[in-house]
């Protein structure tokens, strides 16, 4: 696609509840990113791969964050048993070559947990 | 570590001046890349220039620049003949060593730009 697709946009979860986050990179772009950004902050690197491969996750604040990237393009986030803290945008990126490049985001997904 | 600094939570600029957002930056890298982004209100990060350590000149993409200042770590964003369109959040960002072995771009807290008509 033209550019990084996120979905769903906006996403209002229970507390206890599961949520799946999906990215769609550009098209032929080897990394992906994801990141946290609280209201009024900056960006936080959660996870990053490098095809299908996990290469970083040092950002992912719990085990109940799981990212996965199957083919190396799709990527979804899940967060299991989901808490108020959990609420953010979380913006997925993507960049054509490996580290270094520029690196292009979605609009990002926005998650509420009531 | 590599640490990204804006200090101007807000700023108000009167549409066609030009404004100047701050960025300054901490890495013992000799090799290293800035980057602004725009964040409007509805959240997508818009990527708008890019700064290479090693660049001799400053960047410019139409009517924003980069300020770099080696020496004193900043790298400041210029806005030209600002437009209402240019009301949102802006953010420094710097990539990671390409050595490092990490994948993590930082980025600062942010400034909030307002034009104001």
């Known amino acids: 696609g033209a550019g990084v697709s996120q979905s769903p946009r906006y996403k209002v979860a229970k507390r206890g509840q599961d949520v799946a986050l999906r990215c769609d990179p550009i098209?032929?772009?080897?990394?992906l990113f994801w990141y946290q950004q609280a209201l009024g902050q900056g960006p936080e690197f959660l996870t990053y791969?490098?095809?299908?491969?996990?290469?970083?996750k040092s950002g992912l604040p719990s085990d109940r964050f799981f990212a996965e990237r199957p083919e190396g393009s799709v990527s979804t986030l899940k967060i299991q048993r989901t808490q108020q803290e959990d609420s953010a945008v979380y913006l997925c990126?993507?960049?054509?070559?490996?580290?270094?490049?520029?690196?292009?985001f979605g609009e990002g997904s926005w998650l509420t947990v009531v | 570590a590599q640490k990204i600094t804006q200090t101007q939570p807000g700023m108000f600029v009167q549409e066609k001046e030009a404004v100047t957002l701050d960025c300054t930056y901490d890495?013992?890298?000799?090799?290293?890349?800035l980057f602004w982004y725009k964040q409007p209100s509805s959240g997508e990060m818009i990527f708008l220039i890019y700064?290479?350590?090693?660049?001799?000149q400053n960047a410019t993409e139409g009517r924003y620049s980069l300020n770099f200042q080696k020496a004193r770590k900043s790298a400041n964003l210029v806005i030209s003949a600002s437009q209402l369109g240019d009301s949102a959040m802006y953010f420094c960002?710097?990539?990671?060593?390409?050595?490092?072995?990490?994948?993590?771009?930082?980025f600062g807290t942010g400034t909030r730009l307002k034009v104001l008509a």
């Open positions: 098209s032929g772009h080897v990394s």
């Open positions: 890495t013992s890298d000799q090799s290293y890349g």
């Open positions: 700064q290479g350590s090693y660049d001799e």
């Open positions: 990126a993507s960049s054509i070559g490996t580290v270094g490049n520029t690196i292009y």
């Open positions: 960002a710097m990539r990671p060593k390409i050595t490092s072995g990490t994948y993590k771009y930082i």
């Open positions: 791969f490098q095809n299908e491969a996990q290469l970083d």
